[in-house]
């Protein structure tokens, strides 16, 4: 049968609409292939890195493994050289230096490794009702009803009165004992029912059950705490007031899984933000086998969840001190060098979910397996605490995903005046970079288990690889 020819009419509407495509439809089976393949080396990452920490661990082998060398004050660097910054074990910065003069501006890609999660107070083991609890302290934007009845792992650094470091991982092996916030039967939740979903679930009500055993021959009061920081000092050799000087956290036990039928999705713990983590770091990895014509930079900061405070996060100076660093040694003008850069904060936006279709404007809401998405702006309401890229900018990278067959889509966090969400972008776009949020779109953001597309993740990975090479 002869092909029917498409009418004027339906030629116009190709040329003038613009339609989001679905990066899986009519796929070629060698991209499929490189879609999978390149999933599986990121759902290790996403097991591997559940903290800041172990992101930074994760991204230091991942560096040297590709001679990645440790940045030092005072050193000149040179077109080809590589390097990256830890910043303390919580954040780090990677630069390939670039051929061309420095002063005629920086690629900079920008992710956060921080998630949201449950961490333990300062004093925080106690025994009550036959049994032995930790109390915490939740960690950015939960909603704290799904964080009950899950299995849960215990991560993190205690650090001793002599700066001895003991590292901690309990609930990841087959054979590992898990721990568990408890809830309220129904049966007697009639009160917990008349609460708002916001407060059924309160957050000193989040303690980790964590024993019951008392300790040998033992009968009264803290027995069981006895027990359970016995346990812990033969184990690690801490005691009780080592908590003090600890960074402990709780988090979903369960490792990344494929989900659906034909695979195409991923369900795992820390897609906010690691989904975009993991691409700009293999994206800087890979412009790295070659000497760029920019220099390029990555970031993996901390603390995006809470405000990207403290030494560790966006709004540190510790990134500012090594690029003046770069300049200096390089004999550049650190604010030429700026001021001529251009960034991708590589942060997630939300997918468009049917079942919460209300809280959407679907013309301008992000879809699952159409691409990564690109964000002119974050904030609420009337913009409020946003960058709102430029036209100019924005037009410079349509035109660089598209020049590379980069499957890409535009997207909003939800209706005007619904809610609202911010990321690094407007921090770095305060130091007069050119700034727009790129990354992937995620269903059930901040829950413990998110959920994002294998072909959005390959995406990213095509996007960012296309930013380092312009």
């Not at 998630?115 to 934007?141: N, W």
């Not at 069981?224 to 920081?229: A, D, E, H, Q």
């Amino acid at each position: 049968m002869a092909k029917k020819e498409k009418s004027a009419s339906e030629l116009l509407k190709e040329q003038l609409f613009y339609e989001r495509k679905n990066a899986l439809c009519d796929i070629k089976a060698a991209e499929v292939k490189k879609i999978n393949s390149y999933a599986e080396g990121y759902k290790n990452f996403l097991n591997t890195a559940k903290t800041e920490r172990e992101a930074v661990n994760y991204a230091v082998k991942y560096a040297e493994e590709n001679d990645f060398r440790a940045f030092e004050y005072g050193k000149k660097y040179s077109a080809g050289d590589k390097i990256y910054f830890n910043n303390r074990g919580k954040a780090i910065y990677l630069a390939v230096i670039g051929s061309e003069n420095i002063e005629n501006g920086i690629n900079i890609a920008a992710a956060h490794i921080d998630s949201p999660r449950i961490d333990l107070k300062q004093c925080p083991v106690y025994e009550e009702g036959g049994m032995a609890f930790f109390k915490t302290h939740y960690y950015g934007g939960i909603k704290k009803y799904q964080w009950v009845t899950l299995p849960l792992a215990l991560h993190g650094t205690v650090v001793l009165k002599d700066g001895k470091k003991i590292d901690i991982c309990v609930g990841e092996k087959a054979d590992d004992p898990v721990f568990c916030i408890t809830d309220l039967l129904p049966h007697l939740a009639a009160d917990q029912y008349a609460k708002t979903l916001g407060k059924a679930i309160t957050g000193e009500g989040l303690n980790v059950l964590i024993g019951s055993t008392p300790f040998e021959g033992e009968k009264g009061k803290d027995s069981i705490k006895l027990n359970v920081l016995s346990i812990l000092n033969k184990t690690y050799g801490i005691i009780e007031e080592d908590f003090i000087s600890a960074e402990l956290t709780l988090v979903p036990a369960e490792k990344a899984r494929d989900l659906g039928f034909d695979r195409s999705m991923i369900c795992g713990y820390g897609h906010d933000d690691r989904v975009c983590a993991y691409p700009i770091l293999t994206a800087a990895v890979e412009a790295g086998k070659k000497t760029p014509k920019n220099t390029l930079v990555t970031i993996l900061a901390d603390k995006e969840e809470t405000g990207s405070n403290g030494n560790t996060g966006m709004h540190s100076e510790a990134f500012d001190n090594m690029l003046i660093e770069l300049c200096t040694n390089m004999g550049a003008n650190y604010r030429k060098a700026v001021s001529n850069s251009r960034c991708l904060s590589a942060d997630v936006n939300a997918c468009f979910d049917p079942n919460y279709a209300e809280v959407y404007e679907s013309k301008n809401s992000a879809f699952i397996n159409c691409g990564v998405c690109v964000t002119k702006f974050t904030g609420s309401r009337g913009k409020s605490s946003t960058n709102d890229a430029s036209a100019e900018y924005m037009a410079e990278i349509r035109s660089i995903f598209d020049n590379a067959g980069v499957t890409w889509q535009t997207g909003e966090l939800g209706k005007v005046d619904q809610g609202g969400g911010g990321t690094v972008a407007l921090i770095i776009a305060e130091k007069n970079i050119e700034t727009v949020d790129v990354g992937v779109a995620v269903l059930s953001m901040h829950a413990p288990y998110e959920i994002i597309s294998k072909a959005d993740l390959y995406s990213a990975y095509k996007a960012f690889t296309a930013f380092f090479a312009r």
